[in-house]
Structure formats: structure tokens, C-alpha cells
């Protein structure tokens, strides 16, 4: 009888689902060729201090260049790498091309920072922080690092990031929230957790300076941070208007359009070299 059932459930496995199986099984196929053909790239978008207009570090934004699909955003090839797993791999490669970047940086500025995206599955590893631990007895650049993670992740499982945050912030890694004010978290876990930044989500800075509800969220997160002895990052600034709202709201950092879009590692080098010369 219960095979009976069993087999009237595959009748409902209609063509719809298994053409999105056979597109998701081939997509799946594509990524490992890419991670095997290293068509991955990292594209960086800078940071700027909205005091002093300097470049205060970077964030590391993965894109995929594919011979068939062109350059291909995060969007349409994460939620696949983490369902497969193959993001811990990606995610080792981030970090290290990262540090390789950031070297040849360093000259353009002391203090020069690099954030990464790290996703759940890295996190929840038994061993991440013990294998950040091992690159940063190899290559002490790993301290110029800042780990972002969404509320998703570190609330996933409140005790082990709260004792996994509390191990990589002593080793020196700052650690920040991104996407902030978009997550179901509670502000009482989130207080709890050994942090550095948070990062306000797009969503309300685009809006902000049209809604005054959009603009109340940007300044409660804002003195929050700062009353949290928190920094805070403004992501997705594409206008001077909200620039503007933004400086007279005390924010710190920001991110977004209006300075730069990401730009890849080689054109990041013109960026700093420009801006170099123009400090002399
Ligand atoms: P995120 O970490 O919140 O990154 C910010 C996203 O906003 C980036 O999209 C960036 O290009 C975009 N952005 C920045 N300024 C502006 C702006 O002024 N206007 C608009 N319209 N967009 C702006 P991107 O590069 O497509 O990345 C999307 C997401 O993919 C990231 O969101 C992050 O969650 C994820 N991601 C990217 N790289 C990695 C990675 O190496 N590892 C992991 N696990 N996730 C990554
Ligand atoms: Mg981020
Ligand atoms: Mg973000
Ligand atoms: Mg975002």
C-alpha cells in the first residue's frame, strides 16, 4: 500500500519540476567546470569614510565569467553553490584571491581593508575558525580582512556564532551585519553578538530620501550602531541626496554607486593610484 502512495506522488512530479530539475542539474554542471576552469573573478567596491571622502577599504563581490552566459551576477549562481556545498570551496578561493589583491594594494594606503562575504555553510564549518586561524600563522595579511554576514546566518545557530564571532574577533577579524534592518532577528541576539559593523540595507537607503519611514529606519539604525559602539556602513548610495542625508544623520562609511560600482582588481588599482596622486 505505501509503495502504491509513493508512486501516486511521482505521478504529481510534473514536466514543469523536472525541467527545473534538468536546468538546475545543468547549471550545477556549469559551476564545476567553472570552479575547474577558474572562471570565477572578484570584483571590488570601495569604501569610502563619508569625514575625511578617503577610501577606507573594499568589499570582495563575486562574479562568474562564463564563455556562454558572459559575466554573470552573484545572484543567479550562490543559492546554487550553497545548496551544493561547492561554496566552501569558492568561499576558500574568495579569501585567497583576496589576500592576493590586497597586496598589491597595501602601497596606497596603510590600513587598507577588504571585506568578504561569508555565507551559513561556511560559517557552520566544525573548523573555520581554525582554519583562519592556520592562513593567519601563513599570511598575517589576513588581519586586514572584515567578515560580513547577513542576520540569516548568525542567527541560524545563536551559540555557535556567538562563540565562532568571539574566536575570530580576538585572532583581530572585525566582524559586520550585513544587510541590516532585512532579517527577522531579534535585536536582543543581535546585541549579544561580538560585532563591529552594521551594514544598513539598500532597500532603505534607496528610499530614504523620499520616505520618511525608510528615513527614521536609517537614523534608528545609525544610533543604534553608535550607541552599540558600533560602525556603520551605508550600502547602495547612488545619489548625492542621499549622501548628503546620510553625512547629517552620522553615518561613517558608505558604499553604493554614486563613488563607484565594483570594479575589477585591475581598474581598482587605477582608482587608488588616482586618488594617490591626488593626495600629494
Ligand atoms: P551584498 O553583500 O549586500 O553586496 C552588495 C550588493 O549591492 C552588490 O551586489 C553590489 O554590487 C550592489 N550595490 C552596491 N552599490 C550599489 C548601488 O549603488 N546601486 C545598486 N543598484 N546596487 C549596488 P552583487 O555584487 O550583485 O552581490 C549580491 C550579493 O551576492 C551580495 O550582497 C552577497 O550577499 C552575495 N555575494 C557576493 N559575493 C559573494 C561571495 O564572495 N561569497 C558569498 N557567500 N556571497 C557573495
Ligand atoms: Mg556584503
Ligand atoms: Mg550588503
Ligand atoms: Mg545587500
Known sequence: KQAKQQGLGYLFFDARMSRLVAEKLELESKLRRALEHQEFRLHYQPKVCLKSGAIVGMEALIRWQSPELGLVAPVHFIPLLEET?????VGDWVLQQALSDLKGWQCYG???RIAINVSALQLRQQDFVERVELLSQQDSDV????LELTESVVIADVEDSQRKLSALRMLGLPIAIDDFGTGYSSLSYIARLPLDTLKIDRSFVVKMTESQVDKMVVSTIITLAHNMRLKVVAEGVDNEQQLALLRELGCDQMQGYLFSKPLPASE???????KARLNH
Not at 556545498?85 to 570551496?89: A, D, E, K, V, Y
Not at 588581519?143 to 572584515?146: G, I, P
Request: no cysteine; charged share 10%; proline share 0%.
Open 110 to 112: 596603510q590600513g587598507l
Open 268 to 274: 581598482m588599482t587605477q582608482l587608488l593610484k588616482q
Open 85 to 89: 556545498g561547492l561554496i566552501l570551496t
Open 143 to 146: 588581519l586586514m580582512l572584515d
